[in-house]
């Protein structure tokens, strides 16, 4: 058997080599290798690399695109976990409920229900009034508007009496949480301030004062919810109140001391606008973080939350969550130090969130730059005070001696104990104004300012581009200011207006 | 000598009389044209993530797609390469389009997974057809060795990308808003790699340069 198959083998090779010396007399069966044949093939292929070297390139570029996205997603922070963490963060936030018997926002609704709005063709003494004498055709449409909002009136006043106000917010909405009282309270400031008006030309100085102090505590009582827009509004409402006290005193001068004292009592000072602030910033840092875990925990809701267009692919925001997130809360974090220490200009929010950024950051540099100038409305508020409160010194001094002083320092030991400055430590200043006033075209001192240099550091002479009467040459002046009028315009007594 | 040793002459394989030359591996003049989509890739950057358009995201796609082909092409028909290999091959494939398709936001920005996908793709299965022609080359016939330098072609062929990021990482030093810090802690890592990759690069090169020189000479 055996040597039969190597018989049978040796035939088999005789036959190819034959026939493969018919194609090629060169070669045999014993000369073929497959294996070798098909490593030189590769050998040929191996060593022509030329063009693949070209398709590397894009290739490098895919690479380190795709190992830097696996980078990032190895840093990428959960929505949904840190959404648990920053609800119970908002929910914190919320404010100890209060009893509806000690529930100053029970009043509030109810004068909110009752508000009635000017007649049509009346005028808008909102808006005509404040800054301008009143005539006898607005005192009469005061009157009939003040009879029209009586019972609102006595409603504001009951709510500004109570410590304590809970509007019952709902927290878990975040940032979609309403605040539809906002409105409502400060249109009831400027109801107020028409009172305090009304009043005082009336004689009655004790109430308008307590009207004025009664403004000052609506104030407080937004202060209680931690949203900027909460703080803005209480800060809005202390102009208001700041303005009824300016004019009272310009055209409705007290005649005693007492009255005048009590208008000086129900002037809030001290409005700690730094800590106020960061109180706020805190709670919107919170309500931000809490509406970004949102956006991302949720599919889809990016481009409903950013609006239809957005400045990038929704996809980049997502792929930078982490970092943005990150990147927010620093920032945040820093800004709330910094506003608790002093002023925050243009250039120091810009500075502060370079520091912080990491990557694109879409998100915190469309909500940022907003909260930075916010500062700025704390500040001015205090300012405003400051002045108010050093102008009523001035005429108190005014009323007590016969006469003006002639600087400021005139008036310390007796009404305070060094000059004052404004909030950032610069001095206060005390002018008699020689400029054309807006009543008369001569140039006749008419009015007395005392004010601070506002925000710019330009001392403007005590004009405000805000105020009703700003300077024409001047167009950028934002200096706080009172004025008091050299020749008391109308001193009210009782009775006699 | 009857007919059917002459039928079954003429029915043995086309390789068996002569070596073939290389170009029936190669794509032959279909090189070229890949090779020009080679620029509209490289310029694929310079127009940003925003890009949307899948007219200009298109011949970096087809790019890396047909490049895919033919290296899926080369692995199955031409080296038909073995079960388990494939099988590596397919691990590893699944689990880099998935890393890739699965982080969040880049399956809503078609900039990065239109282009990136086929390209990563491409990645693994080149680095697989080098790893087994060198072994071809380098006459290592042991499976678990074939595997290693697969694995060692996928590292080798991304040293310059991990050398390119640990660039950029380190710049992030300069420029904090390109990365922050606990990303930026990855640059040595990857310079570290980049490096190895770069050196197993240049020691593999040489020896299978080398076996390719002597297969040529010595039929």
Same mark, same amino acid.
């Given at each position: 058997?055996?040597?039969?198959?190597?018989?049978?083998?040796?035939?088999?090779?005789?036959?190819?080599?034959?026939?493969?010396?018919?194609?090629?007399?060169?070669?045999?069966?014993?000369?073929?290798?497959?294996?070798?044949?098909?490593? @030189?093939?590769?050998?040929?292929?191996?060593?022509?690399?030329?063009?693949?070297?070209?398709?590397? !390139?894009?290739?490098?570029?895919?690479?380190?695109?795709?190992?830097?996205?696996?980078?990032?997603?190895? =840093?990428?922070?959960?929505?949904?976990?840190?959404?648990?963490?920053?609800?119970?963060?908002?929910?914190?936030?919320?404010?100890?409920?209060?009893?509806?018997?000690?529930?100053?926002?029970?009043?509030? @609704?109810?004068?909110?229900?009752?508000?009635?709005?000017?007649?049509?063709?009346?005028?808008?003494?909102?808006?005509?009034?404040?800054?301008?004498?009143?005539?006898?055709?607005?005192?009469?449409?005061?009157?009939?508007?003040?009879?029209?909002?009586?019972?609102?009136?006595?409603?504001?006043?009951?709510?500004?009496?109570?410590?304590?106000?809970?509007?019952?917010?709902?927290?878990?909405?975040?940032?979609?949480? !309403?605040?539809?009282?906002?409105?409502?309270? =400060?249109?009831?400031?400027?109801?107020?301030?028409?009172?305090?008006?009304?009043?005082?030309s009336e004689g009655d100085h004790e109430e308008a004062a307590k009207t004025i102090l009664a403004?000052?505590?609506?104030?407080?009582?937004?202060?209680?919810?931690?949203?900027?827009?909460?703080?803005?509004?209480?800060?809005?409402?202390?102009?208001?109140?700041?303005?009824?006290?300016?004019?009272?005193?310009?055209?409705?001068?007290?005649?005693?001391?007492?009255?005048?004292?009590?208008?000086?009592?129900?002037?809030?000072?001290?409005?700690?606008?730094?800590?106020?602030?960061?109180?706020?910033?805190?709670?919107?840092?919170?309500?931000?973080?809490?509406?970004?875990?949102?956006?991302?925990?949720?599919?889809?809701?990016? @481009?409903?939350?950013?609006?239809?267009?957005?400045?990038?692919?929704?996809?980049?925001?997502?792929?930078?969550?982490?970092?943005?997130?990150?990147?927010?809360?620093?920032?945040?974090?820093?800004?709330?130090?910094?506003?608790?220490? #002093?002023?925050?200009?243009?250039?120091?929010?810009?500075?502060?969130?370079?520091?912080?950024?990491?990557?694109?950051?879409?998100?915190?540099?469309?909500?940022?730059?907003?909260?930075?100038?916010?500062?700025?409305?704390?500040?001015?508020?205090?300012?405003?005070?400051r002045v108010t409160a050093v102008g009523m010194d001035v005429a108190a001094f005014r009323m007590?001696?016969?006469?003006?002083?002639?600087?400021?320092?005139?008036?310390?030991?007796?009404?305070?104990?060094?000059?004052?400055?404004?909030?950032?430590?610069?001095?206060? @200043?005390?002018?008699?104004?020689?400029?054309?006033?807006?009543?008369?075209?001569?140039?006749?001192?008419?009015?007395? =300012?005392?004010?601070?240099?506002?925000?710019?550091?330009?001392?403007? #002479?005590?004009?405000?581009?805000?105020?009703?009467?700003?300077?024409?040459?001047?167009?950028?002046?934002?200096?706080?200011?009172?004025?008091?009028?050299?020749?008391?315009?109308?001193?009210?007594?009782?009775?006699?207006? | 000598?009857?007919?059917?040793?002459?039928?079954?002459?003429?029915?043995?394989?086309?390789?068996?009389?002569?070596?073939?030359?290389?170009?029936?591996?190669?794509?032959?003049?279909?090189?070229?044209?890949?090779?020009?989509?080679?620029?509209?890739?490289?310029?694929?950057?310079?127009?940003?993530?925003? $890009?949307?358009?899948?007219?200009?995201?298109?011949?970096?796609?087809?790019?890396?797609?047909?490049?895919?082909?033919?290296?899926?092409?080369?692995?199955?028909?031409?080296? $038909?390469?073995?079960?388990?290999?494939?099988?590596?091959?397919?691990?590893?494939?699944?689990?880099?389009?998935?890393?890739?398709?699965?982080?969040?936001?880049?399956?809503?920005?078609?900039?990065?997974?239109?282009?990136?996908?086929?390209?990563?793709?491409?990645?693994?299965?080149?680095?697989?057809?080098?790893?087994?022609? $060198?072994?071809?080359?380098?006459?290592?016939?042991?499976?678990? $060795?074939?595997?290693?330098?697969?694995?060692?072609?996928?590292?080798?062929?991304?040293?310059?990308?991990?050398?390119?990021?640990?660039?950029?990482?380190?710049?992030?030093?300069?420029?904090?808003?390109?990365?922050?810090?606990?990303?930026?802690?990855?640059?040595?890592?990857?310079?570290?790699?980049?490096?190895m990759g770069l050196g197993l690069r240049f020691w593999i090169s040489r020896r299978t340069v080398?076996?390719?020189?002597?297969?040529?000479?010595?039929?």
């Amino acid at each position: 058997m055996g040597a039969d198959s190597t018989v049978a083998r040796q035939a088999k090779d005789n036959r190819k080599d034959s026939i493969i010396s018919l194609i090629n007399p060169n070669m045999t069966s014993t000369t073929f290798d497959p294996v070798a044949s098909k490593r @030189r093939q590769l050998a040929q292929w191996y060593l022509r690399d030329k063009h693949r070297a070209l398709w590397q !390139l894009p290739l490098w570029i895919a690479i380190a695109t795709g190992i830097a996205l696996a980078l990032l997603q190895s =840093r990428i922070e959960s929505p949904r976990r840190n959404l648990k963490k920053s609800t119970a963060a908002l929910l914190a936030l919320a404010p100890a409920r209060v009893p509806d018997d000690k529930n100053a926002a029970v009043h509030y @609704r109810r004068a909110f229900a009752g508000y009635v709005r000017f007649a049509k063709g009346a005028p808008n003494l909102d808006a005509d009034l404040p800054g301008h004498p009143l005539t006898p055709h607005m005192k009469t449409q005061l009157q009939k508007y003040l009879a029209s909002n009586g019972k609102a009136l006595l409603n504001l006043k009951a709510g500004a009496g109570k410590e304590a106000c809970d509007w019952k917010l709902n927290y878990t909405a975040g940032f979609g949480m !309403l605040l539809p009282h906002l409105a409502s309270m =400060r249109q009831g400031a400027r109801l107020m301030a028409l009172e305090a008006r009304w009043l005082a030309s009336e004689g009655d100085h004790e109430e308008a004062a307590k009207t004025i102090l009664a403004m000052y505590r609506m104030g407080r009582h937004l202060d209680r919810d931690p949203t900027l827009i909460s703080g803005l509004v209480a800060v809005a409402i202390d102009a208001l109140a700041d303005s009824a006290l300016q004019d009272i005193v310009r055209y409705h001068l007290p005649a005693n001391q007492a009255e005048l004292s009590a208008y000086r009592k129900a002037l809030w000072t001290n409005r700690h606008p730094n800590q106020r602030w960061a109180h706020y910033i805190n709670g919107e840092k919170t309500f931000g973080l809490h509406a970004i875990d949102t956006v991302f925990s949720i599919p889809g809701t990016g @481009r409903a939350f950013l609006g239809a267009t957005l400045p990038r692919p929704q996809g980049m925001y997502e792929i930078w969550y982490g970092e943005d997130r990150m990147c927010y809360e620093t920032y945040m974090d820093d800004l709330i130090a910094r506003g608790k220490k #002093g002023h925050i200009t243009e250039t120091d929010f810009e500075e502060t969130i370079l520091k912080h950024q990491r990557g694109p950051a879409p998100l915190t540099r469309m909500i940022a730059p907003v909260l930075s100038r916010s500062l700025n409305n704390f500040i001015r508020s205090e300012d405003q005070a400051r002045v108010t409160a050093v102008g009523m010194d001035v005429a108190a001094f005014r009323m007590k001696y016969g006469k003006l002083p002639t600087t400021l320092k005139m008036l310390i030991p007796e009404f305070f104990s060094e000059l004052p400055k404004d909030h950032l430590g610069r001095p206060l @200043r005390m002018l008699v104004d020689k400029n054309t006033d807006e009543d008369s075209k001569k140039k006749k001192p008419r009015f007395i =300012r005392i004010y601070g240099v506002g925000e710019n550091g330009i001392d403007n #002479g005590g004009y405000n581009s805000k105020a009703p009467a700003p300077h024409p040459n001047a167009p950028d002046a934002d200096d706080p200011v009172f004025v008091l009028p050299l020749i008391p315009e109308t001193i009210s007594t009782p009775g006699k207006n | 000598m009857n007919s059917s040793v002459i039928d079954a002459a003429v029915k043995m394989p086309a390789e068996s009389p002569a070596s073939l030359p290389a170009s029936t591996l190669d794509l032959g003049w279909a090189r070229w044209v890949l090779s020009l989509l080679v620029l509209p890739t490289l310029l694929l950057p310079m127009l940003g993530s925003s $890009q949307t358009d899948l007219r200009v995201l298109a011949p970096t796609a087809a790019f890396g797609l047909l490049l895919a082909g033919y290296f899926i092409h080369l692995l199955l028909r031409r080296l $038909q390469i073995g079960l388990l290999e494939w099988t590596f091959v397919i691990v590893l494939l699944g689990n880099l389009e998935g890393f890739l398709l699965t982080a969040p936001g880049v399956l809503s920005t078609p900039f990065f997974w239109v282009p990136l996908a086929p390209l990563l793709a491409v990645w693994i299965l080149y680095a697989s057809v080098m790893g087994v022609i $060198q072994a071809e080359l380098l006459q290592i016939t042991s499976v678990p $060795q074939h595997l290693l330098l697969i694995t060692l072609q996928v590292l080798a062929l991304a040293s310059p990308s991990l050398l390119i990021l640990a660039g950029i990482l380190e710049a992030a030093t300069y420029y904090p808003w390109i990365a922050g810090e606990a990303l930026g802690a990855w640059k040595w890592p990857l310079a570290g790699a980049g490096v190895m990759g770069l050196g197993l690069r240049f020691w593999i090169s040489r020896r299978t340069v080398r076996a390719a020189k002597a297969a040529l000479e010595n039929p």
